[in-house]
């Protein structure tokens, strides 16, 4: 088997779903399998899967035990070749797995590969390719000031070696997920990215960024950005710079410092609910399931025009494919006012997100 996909899932039936139908989409041409492991959701999740993904395995874990340990479960399933730890309120594109396979030919101590995200309303997510966060560059970052903290050598649309990824989506050889022993399951959440990607490193494989195919991760909608965010990600870096990075008792202490200073002084970003005053589908056909459903007006249009001030788009996936949707989102993200939403094929709901700290918005019918 060539591949497979390991999402670990938490509360997000309705993006868990959406994230399921692209990927098998994207691999539908080649063996693959998909694992999904519920963290104990309280949700429907695990009926959903069962319902509409029969084939698909599925682990349903009596506790939430973490993103780490949570997809150490997942790989121990794992058949592939190779794997890709994918996050649930991912979009993959339809070719997003070939275009991989194509890069990594006769790549040598090939590490792990990520690709370029973007949030649901197409912004470029910086985390996508990261440096190593050392001490002056993390407390920088810690403090607002992101410069070196993200590796700019590299262009979002090019492809290179960098030291980071993101844990959002992680591709790899499942024979180097054994070799580096996975993900450390210190970590419960955040900072595990950042760990196992520097111990690819530090066994002397490369860890690439490739910027030809991109993915929507609405980030922020399984892990919302309040106080339990913040203790969860400050600890995380204490527990990475112990287990790295550790010197002296100066360099802990001003380590300890400044995560301490970071949290008491980091504030919630808030977030404002758009007005819309209108819904524009972009399908081949007006949908009358979707316009009786909505209660406001509802324009079929595949051009953008001046009419999309405070409109909101929806992307109609039982006609366009996820490629076009991902490149519908990129390529009309600089109107602010303007936001998108999905709607699945074959489902009576639409999803998306308007922020990257903010829970995405469920229209459900």
């Known amino acids: ?15 868990l779903e959406l994230c399921l139908k692209s990927v098998q989409s994207a691999i539908s041409t080649f063996e693959a399998e998909i694992i999904v492991v519920d963290n104990n959701s309280t949700d429907d999740s695990c009926k959903m899967v069962k319902d509409l993904f029969p084939n698909i395995v599925l682990i349903e874990n009596k506790e939430n035990s973490g ?9 121990t399933k794992a058949k592939g070749e190779y794997l890709c730890i994918l996050n649930p309120d991912t979009v993959v594109a339809e070719d997003t797995f070939l275009k991989i396979f194509e890069f990594i030919q006769n790549k040598k101590k090939l590490g792990i590969v990520g690709c370029k995200l973007i949030n649901g309303i197409g912004v470029f997510l910086p985390e996508s390719k990261r440096n190593i966060p050392y001490l002056k560059t993390s407390l920088k ?27 959002a989506f992680m591709f790899l050889k499942r024979e180097l997920y ?14 595990e990215d950042i760990d196992i990607s520097y111990k690819v490193l530090k066994k002397g494989y490369l860890n690439y960024y490739f910027g030809e195919t991109t993915i929507i991760h609405y980030k922020g909608e399984s892990t919302l950005k309040d106080k339990l965010y913040a203790r969860r990600f400050y600890g995380a870096m204490q527990i990475f710079y112990k ?3 550790k010197k002296n008792i100066i360099f802990d202490v ?9 949290f008491l002084f980091n504030k919630v970003p808030e977030t404002k609910n758009k007005e819309v005053k209108r819904y524009i589908l972009v399908s081949d056909k007006m949908n009358d399931y979707l316009k009786t459903k909505l209660k406001k007006e509802l324009i079929l249009s595949l051009d953008l025009g001046n009419i999309l001030n405070n409109s909101e788009v929806i992307l109609d996936s039982n006609s366009l ?17 303007i936001t998108f939403k999905i709607y699945p094929k074959n489902a009576k709901f639409v999803v998306g997100s308007n922020d990257s700290v903010s829970r995405g918005e469920i229209i459900n019918f």
């Open 1 to 15: 088997m060539k591949l497979s996909v390991v999402i670990l899932n938490y509360n997000v039936r309705y993006f």
């Open 67 to 75: 993103f780490s340990k949570g997809n150490n479960i997942g790989v």
């Open 141 to 167: 970052k810690i403090f607002g000031n992101s410069e070196g903290y993200y590796a700019n050598h590299i262009n979002e649309n090019e492809s290179g070696e960098v030291p980071i990824l993101v844990g």
């Open 178 to 191: 054994t070799e580096i022993e996975g993900f450390d399951e210190d970590y419960f959440m955040y900072g």
């Open 243 to 245: 287990k790295h990075f």
């Open 254 to 262: 001003l380590v300890w410092l400044g995560i301490r200073i970071a």
């Open 321 to 337: 494919s996820f490629k076009k949707i991902i490149d519908y989102i990129e390529n009309n993200n600089l109107n602010k006012s």
